[in-house]
């Protein structure tokens, strides 16, 4: 299986503020996921993140909003920008490896 | 159409007995895989089996077991002996093709009583 790191578990953040979170795997990986779980919810992709090109978004998700990095084969981050309260959610990385799909740790933002 | 179908909201089953979740699934692409997690309340989401369209066994792993009927386009979990650590959310999901995005189930809360 992949190690995932995922960083942070969990945040607090003040509404029109900007996180940055962090995913690392343990393999080199041609395509890193991102994904939201709403409280309650199941989880939705928000975009693909391919090495040395552009994220491919899912529809109602935006490069302004969630702009994605995938600097090398083992490392992306996602960032939520300009924050509100609907963004608090569990924001999730993924990777496949061997057919099977791995998840990080997940990170459990809260804006208020 | 929802591709992925958990029509279970909540299970209950007392230990050390066995606990089916349910799963159905949509799609017209003959290559797709079937996986199933597992989520605590911690938040992270813990895989648990795969199965893909052409394994010509069921698969297993551990206390878990897929119940793969193709024909009905179900992927049933199958949970023997449960413990009380296995009171979590599960989901289904489902992957079409290589390297494609998975699309999840609403997901089944099973609680596990001593």
């Known amino acids: 299986s992949a190690v995932i790191s995922q960083k942070p578990s969990r945040d607090i953040c003040q509404r029109g503020t900007s996180l940055t979170i962090q995913c690392q795997v343990d393999?080199?990986?041609?395509?890193m996921f991102w994904y939201r779980q709403q409280p309650g919810q199941s989880l939705t992709l928000i975009a693909t993140?391919?090495?040395?090109?552009?994220?491919?978004?899912e529809s109602g998700f935006v490069i302004d909003k969630f702009p994605i990095s995938r600097p090398n084969l083992t490392f992306s981050t996602l960032t939520v920008s300009n924050m509100s309260p609907e963004d608090s959610s569990i924001y999730l990385c993924?990777?496949?490896?061997?057919?099977?799909?791995?998840f990080g740790q997940g990170t459990r933002l809260t804006v208020v | 159409a929802q591709k992925i179908t958990q029509t279970q909201p909540g299970m209950f089953v007392q230990e050390k007995e066995a606990v089916t979740l349910d799963c159905t699934y949509d799609?017209?692409?003959?290559?797709?895989?079937l996986f199933w997690y597992k989520q605590p309340s911690s938040g992270e989401m813990i895989f648990l089996i795969y199965?893909?369209?052409?394994?010509?066994q069921n698969a297993t792993e551990g206390r878990y077991s897929l119940n793969f009927q193709k024909a009905r386009k179900s992927a049933n979990l199958v949970i023997s002996a449960s413990q009380l650590g296995d009171s979590a959310m599960y989901f289904c999901a489902m992957r079409e093709g290589d390297f494609q995005k998975l699309v999840f189930g609403t997901g089944t809360r099973l609680l596990v009583s001593p």
């Open positions: 393999s080199q990986v041609t395509m």
């Open positions: 799609t017209s692409d003959p290559s797709y895989g």
């Open positions: 199965q893909g369209s052409y394994d010509q």
């Open positions: 993140a391919n090495q040395g090109s552009e994220a491919t978004y």
């Open positions: 993924s990777v496949e490896l061997w057919r099977e799909a791995f």
